[in-house]
């Protein structure tokens, strides 16, 4: 508890705040890739083909089209357009709000926007499961597809789309893949490009300040695009503080430990915790 006040009174104090969120932030609001909630969506993909999560599932290779995106619209679907089912992301909203905020993420489920965060306050660096892209980018364009992905669930049968509901690219033809970084063919479209120059700006406005590098959920998949950039730059800056919150992961290099606040435990209830102490009642 000692700790979680600590970040209460940083939280309170910071001129500004640099969130990087990773896959347990929406583990911990219960988008699990795993276990009974894959079992419920992926039953029949785990029978036939021994696949057993939805992370590894997006790099099986199926065998046409139909079946790549019988799998793909499903995952799109439960883990962008249906809503998470605990209320993680509305609290760190509520934390955050009336600070001057920025949020990286590498996550790409599109929660933060569900949840009410500016669209102009987020950096999606990995992608974005609400968008397709040309499978070898004929353009550096990328289209929505809320209304492809629900087609698709609708109407496939036995693991396979119809045909004539594959995804194609309306420049070049080529099938379409979702927007997610997998290899050199990722699209980094004009949004995306305009959201890493306002992180950039935001960086630049604030480095000489007392800021708050608070990470949440991030693991050693990709610690090259927040764990260790937070590091570095709280290292440069002897007013910044990083605080790093997960489950068994929380940790820190000797280096900045004085300038930094590591709290292992569930996301969820530390938020909620954080919450409570703003209102007095812990």
């Not at 995952?75 to 998470?84: F, K, P």
């Not at 479209?189 to 007392?210: I, K, Q, S, V």
């Not at 605080?243 to 938020?271: H, M, T, Y």
Request: aromatic share 14%.
């Amino acid at each position: 508890m000692i700790a979680i006040q600590k970040l209460r009174r940083e939280l309170d104090t910071a001129e500004a705040v640099v969130v990087g969120a990773g896959s347990g932030l929406s583990t911990a609001a219960g988008l699990t890739y795993s276990g009974e909630r894959f079992q419920r969506y992926f039953r029949d993909f785990a029978e036939e083909y021994g696949i057993q999560d939805m992370y590894s599932g997006g790099f099986y290779p199926f065998p046409d089209q139909q079946e790549y995106w019988g799998w793909w619209s499903r995952n799109l679907y439960y883990n962008r357009y249906v809503d998470a089912p605990k209320p993680v992301y509305q609290n760190l909203l509520e934390l955050v709000r009336e600070k001057d905020y920025f949020v990286l993420t590498t996550n790409v489920d599109h929660q933060f926007q569900k949840a009410g965060f500016s669209k102009d306050r987020l950096f999606y660096t990995q992608g974005d499961y609400g968008l397709f892209q040309c499978s070898k980018p004929c353009r550096q364009e990328t289209y929505d597809n809320e209304d492809a992905v629900k087609a698709m669930l609708d109407r496939q049968e036995g693991r396979k789309v119809p045909v004539e509901l594959l995804p194609r690219c309306p420049n070049c033809g080529r099938p379409m893949v979702p927007n997610l970084r997998t290899d050199d063919s990722f699209v980094e479209d004009a949004g995306w490009h305009r959201a890493a120059r306002r992180y950039a700006d935001f960086l630049e406005a604030h480095e000489t300040e007392h800021l708050l590098f608070w990470e949440l959920g991030v693991g050693g998949n990709t610690p090259g695009i927040i764990k260790y950039p937070f590091w570095q730059m709280t290292a440069r800056n002897p007013k910044a503080v990083y605080a790093c919150v997960n489950l068994g992961e929380a940790v820190c290099p000797e280096e900045i430990r004085d300038q930094s606040l590591c709290i292992d435990g569930d996301i969820g209830a530390i938020l909620e915790a954080l919450i409570k102490l703003r209102k007095g009642a812990v």
